[in-house]
């Protein structure tokens, strides 16, 4: 991570930076920026928001491509590998140019690396960020940690809704078992689909005791991240690219969470496995997202959905930041 | 028992032992069961941030981990070579390790469960056989998939444990033949299911949580014939001689599973592991008053109770004396021996512990507010009040002393398919179809009834790096059938493991303290009260601590929608960080100047990467001039006083 700031702040001739922000909210990335402006690092603020507000797979679904109030957002950028390698990109002709470049030096980086992006300023920031997202996931972490402490794990899929905003804007969209997990690998990217049973996952679907508040199968396409999920019939066969609107339970740029129903975690598209017991989330996107760029960018035309079309699963919520709420009451 | 039940040897078709020896071993922190280990990473410039066993209770990670290097090696995701791996290093470590007198090793490459070319774990292996003679060495994608930290904290553990296990399993063996009994000897595994005796001795690991499984899965059976106990959640507490194992048990039979990460001790593993939570009560519990305060546990008189106890003619006050005192009911040994021994409000005040402690860990195991029944077990479950708080009802079914033999004996055979397929031709659909099959003929063949076999467990991960290529790992099992016994009856552990040294001379004296709990101990945070906990917020900078980093960490994942690879090495690194004295801020875009410069910085790439390929950014940099050899200490002086382009220089060094 360092070594990629590093060399970039050597050939970036336009200033170091005075913050730093998290790329993406989602997964290791949102902890990144902290760990990059730590006082033992480059010992700077980071800001409280992202450019996604969640995860997505390339550089060219963030907010500041939406936004597109320049031709070019991520370049100039360096990347680095930890091994050795490293890479500067100083112009680009675009920002998908940029991703498709970086996608092609992935595959022989070994499909990971650290990338840093030159600095973009306080205003263009306040402008294009998904504001609070720091905030946003102390406030699901909380509602997790208390879900267990208070042993309502059972009901945790509800805690979490609470945290991000209450039914309107969240809403469990599924429970059940993961009954099938296909995965492959891709210029960088995984590609796949999980299939969930629906079933009472606070005790075991197989016994019939109760029947079940969902029920029926439901699957979940990934391209690293969710991007659907999708009800599935028995008697229809399964296949990808003719899947129907009515089908479909949540679809991106909505945030759509695999969480394991024993403690609360989320489970990420690597960790999915046979058997597992989890609950299905569904989170309505950031409103910078629900432009009809956006949609373009970051719905399902972005992951080559065609056939289908974004419903929002309901109204957003703008998430309450930590910092209005706790300042000076400590 | 022969005797009594007046049954023939000869008509014993199998021994099926559920063992909590190796677990205990763990739990207690005994060092002359647990050897030391070290730790081969295969990882070229990566995984610097999260060293062997950062994550462990440090008491565990003082005993266990006796050297480790960070050597060349490791695969990318593709299958490509990070490096190669060289003799040389690998010899030069073992002579360290030879050194230290350690005699055990785990060898851990990155993405080595998708190694199926290179063989570089097996290659290192062969050099530090060669090197060390009679080291043991553990492969670890032998042992888990996956997932390089958890997947390393597991063949630690099972390397820590092999020389103990290998000698408990064999020293099974002399007391069946004395019996006259010539038939295989099984262990139960984690999930119910049974391990061959050899498999069990080259695995520990997977037996490790078997005793709790056991009594669960034999409680379930104690109370089938009982109508309104069907289709209903129970929680199970079973009490031992030394400590109380709760869980729960789930409507069907099985117990309830911990999530996709499991923890043992605080160590984190990732293979299923049933959810248990173990305290230091049992009937053998020492019972005695410290600084005023009644104390039952955790040390025990242990199986030694029927000469220690008060009741059996001994010296020791044990939660068994006292149970006999408070009820007319209870009747073990001679009552008459308490005599003037125990004090009246002693009793009372044990009876007010031993009820607290049982129900706070009911309460900790409930998933939900509402009460439900409680079933106890286990020799020990005289000592348990009849009611308790969180149960509608308290259930002693008859037999209960033997509900742990009794799910032992039902354990299932199991039996794994680990192959690559090429999926050119046909779909994976079709191959895990026919994988599936093939598991299951082979569980029948090690012996389960075919009728009753199903796949419990399929894992596929595709070999990016050959065309078309996955490797498939599918488990089924099946009730064992009886009549085909004799087949299986042979094991095979080398005779120089009978000349070592006594290992369980130690026996002869009060069971050690037994942890309290399984949680991570001595490095979780202190419990906080999650309502009224404020976040530092002054001057409108958040100055983040670790119960936000904590709460950050797991709201980042959920965010993430199954993607933004696990947060968890990160969370290690960045708690290093504010552990080590270091300062994380936060502030609100709102508060931004117009001309501030906002720098971005992530990783990017397939999340697999990110939970087999740890960072390691720092080691390897790539203009050795600007190295300098600075004093660390000066390093961070400096960065604390200034931000200038040197610091970037620096900060590689740290």
């Excluded at chain 2, 909590?20 to 730790?39: E, K, M, Q, W």
Aim: charged content about 25%; proline content about 4%; some cysteine.
């Amino acid at each position: 991570m360092l070594q990629a700031q590093e060399e970039l702040y050597k050939l970036y001739h336009g200033g170091r930076a005075t913050h730093m922000i998290a790329l993406e909210i989602g997964g290791s990335n949102g902890l990144q920026g902290m760990i990059i402006g730590a006082s033992t690092n480059m010992n700077i603020p980071v800001v409280d928001g992202d450019w996604m507000g969640r995860a997505y797979p390339t550089k060219w679904q963030t907010t500041p491509v939406v936004f597109k109030e320049r031709d070019l957002i991520f370049a100039p950028v360096c990347v680095a590998d930890g091994n050795g390698n490293v890479l500067y990109m100083p112009a680009a002709t675009s920002d998908v140019k940029v991703e498709n470049v970086l996608r092609a030096a992935l595959s022989q980086m070994g499909s990971h690396v650290a990338v840093a992006d030159g600095p973009v300023t306080g205003a263009e920031t306040k402008r294009w960020a998904v504001e609070h997202t720091i905030s946003l996931s102390w406030r699901i972490g909380r509602e997790v940690a208390r879900a267990r402490r208070e042993n309502r794990i059972d009901r945790v899929a509800e805690s979490i809704i609470d945290a991000v905003g209450g039914p309107e804007t969240g809403r469990v969209i599924f429970k059940g078992k993961i009954v099938g997990v296909e995965r492959t690998l891709r210029m960088g990217h995984i590609y796949g689909e999980v299939i969930i049973e629906g079933a009472d996952v606070n005790d075991d679907s197989n016994s019939g005791a109760t029947p079940s508040e969902f029920s029926g199968k439901i699957k979940i396409p990934f391209k690293n991240e969710n991007i659907a999920a999708i009800r599935i019939h028995d008697e229809e066969k399964n296949v990808v690219g003719e899947e129907k609107n009515e089908d479909v339970l949540a679809i991106v740029p909505d945030l759509i969470a695999i969480i394991d129903a024993q403690n609360g975690e989320a489970i990420g598209t690597p960790e999915y496995r046979y058997g597992l017991l989890v609950l299905v989330i569904g989170i309505t996107a950031s409103e910078r997202w629900t432009s009809p760029r956006g949609i373009e960018i970051g719905g399902p035309k972005g992951f080559l959905m065609n056939h289908l079309e974004y419903t929002p699963l309901g109204k957003f919520v703008k998430p309450v930041s930590v910092i209005d709420e706790y300042d000076g009451k400590v | 028992m022969f005797k009594s039940a007046n049954i023939d040897p000869s008509s014993v078709a199998s021994v099926t032992i559920g063992t909590t020896h190796f677990v205990n071993a763990v739990i207690t922190r005994d060092r002359l069961r647990l050897d030391r280990v070290a730790v081969i990473r295969l990882c070229g410039a990566f995984s610097k941030h999260a060293p062997p066993c950062v994550d462990w209770p440090s008491s565990l990670r003082k005993i266990i981990l006796g050297h480790f290097a960070l050597l060349k090696g490791g695969l990318e995701v593709d299958g490509s070579l990070i490096s190669d791996i060289r003799e040389a290093e690998i010899v030069e470590q073992c002579a360290i390790i030879k050194e230290k007198g350690i005699k055990s090793v785990v060898v851990n490459g990155v993405f080595s469960p998708i190694d199926t070319v290179e063989r570089q774990e097996e290659r290192a292996a062969e050099i530090i056989q060669r090197e060390i003679p009679g080291v043991d060495v553990v492969l670890s994608k032998t042992v888990a998939n996956l997932g390089f930290l958890e997947r390393e904290n597991a063949a630690i553990l099972n390397a820590a444990i092999l020389r103990f296990a290998r000698k408990t399993i064999k020293s099974f063996q002399s007391p069946i033949k004395a019996l006259g009994l010539k038939c295989p000897v099984f262990i139960t595994q984690n999930d119910g299911t049974i391990l061959s005796g050899d498999a069990a001795a080259r695995l520990p690991i997977r037996t490790f949580s078997s005793g709790p499984t056991n009594s669960m899965r034999g409680a379930a059976f104690l109370v089938e014939g009982e109508k309104d106990q069907k289709g209903e959640a129970m929680m199970v507490i079973d009490v031992g001689g030394t400590t109380t194992d709760v869980g729960l048990l789930l409507a069907n039979g099985f117990p309830r599973q911990q999530a996709a990460y499991s923890e043992l001790s605080g160590v984190r593993m990732n293979f299923s592991y049933p959810d248990v939570k173990s305290i230091g009560l049992g009937g053998g519990s020492l019972v005695r008053r410290i600084e005023g305060k009644l104390v039952v546990g955790p040390e025990s008189v242990g199986y030694k109770l029927p000469e220690k106890a008060l009741v059996f003619g001994g010296n020791v006050p044990t939660a068994t004396d006292y149970t006999v005192a408070s009820s007319s009911e209870v009747k073990i040994g001679d009552e008459e021996k308490l005599k003037g021994k125990l004090e009246k409000q002693d009793i009372e005040d044990f009876k007010t512990e031993t009820k607290r402690m049982l129900e706070k860990a009911i309460d900790t195991m409930k998933t939900s507010p509402e009460d439900l029944p409680v079933l106890l077990v286990g020799g020990g479950a005289v000592i348990a009040p009849d009611e308790l708080k969180g149960a509608s009802r308290v259930i002693k079914p008859e037999w209960s002393g033997v509900a742990n033999a009794i799910g032992a004996a039902m354990a299932r055979v199991s039996a794994v398919v680990d192959t690559v397929k090429s999926t050119e031709g046909k779909t994976t659909k079709e191959l895990l179809e026919e994988i599936s099959k093939e598991a299951k003929r082979r569980t029948v063949d090690s012996g389960a009834l075919a009728d009753s076999v199903e796949v419990v467990e399929v894992e596929d991960l595709p070999l990016a790096y050959i065309a078309h290529k996955t490797r498939f790992i599918i488990r089924a099992a099946g009730d064992f059938d009886f009549s085909r016994a004799s087949d299986f009856a042979e094991l095979h552990i080398s005779d120089q493991e009978i000349n070592e040294s006594e290992l369980d001379s130690t026996e002869n004296e009060v069971a050690p303290a037994s942890i309290e709990d399984t949680s991570a101990g001595d490095d979780a945070p202190a419990d906080i009260d999650i309502l009224s906990y404020k976040p530092r917020v002054t001057d409108r900078t958040w100055y983040i601590s670790e119960t936000d980093l904590d709460w950050i960490t797991i709201g980042c994942y959920i965010l993430g929608t199954g993607g933004g690879g696990s947060p968890y090495s990160s969370m290690l690194r960045m708690r290093g960080i504010l552990r080590s004295g270091g300062v994380i801020r936060v502030v609100s875009p709102d508060d931004l100047k117009d001309d501030d410069l906002v720098g971005c910085g992530g990783g990017a790439g397939s999340p697999t990467v990110g939970i087999e390929r740890l960072a390691g950014d720092e080691s390897v940099f790539p203009h050795p001039a600007s190295l300098i050899p600075t004093n660390v200490d000066t390093v961070c002086s400096k960065l604390k006083r200034s931000c200038t382009s040197s610091i970037m220089v620096a900060v590689q060094l740290t």
